[in-house]
């Protein structure tokens, strides 16, 4: 899953107005190059997390996080 906060609420990248709330989005939600593009805005926390969303437990050790820092 997908797990991703703007900084800014409303921010659009990838063709989606994203939320200051954390959101959370199916694994296949976005092309490679999408979330490419957003792992690397900094306006956007992207984080990838085991499970689908919905799913209980969800929020566990993230895979790899980008907060947009360079």
């Excluded at 989005?25 to 190059?33: K, L």
């Excluded at 956007?44 to 907060?67: C, F, H, M, R, S």
Aim: charged share 25%; glycine share 12%.
């Amino acid at each position: 899953m997908i797990r991703i906060t703007s900084k800014h609420a409303g921010f659009r990248r990838a063709g989606v107005a994203h939320p200051a709330e954390p959101t959370d989005h199916a694994d296949d939600a976005f092309s490679e190059a999408q979330l490419a593009q957003l792992m690397s805005e900094p306006m956007l926390v992207v984080e990838q997390i085991d499970g689908a969303p919905g799913d209980p437990g969800q929020g566990g050790p993230a895979k790899a996080k980008a907060t947009g820092k360079k």
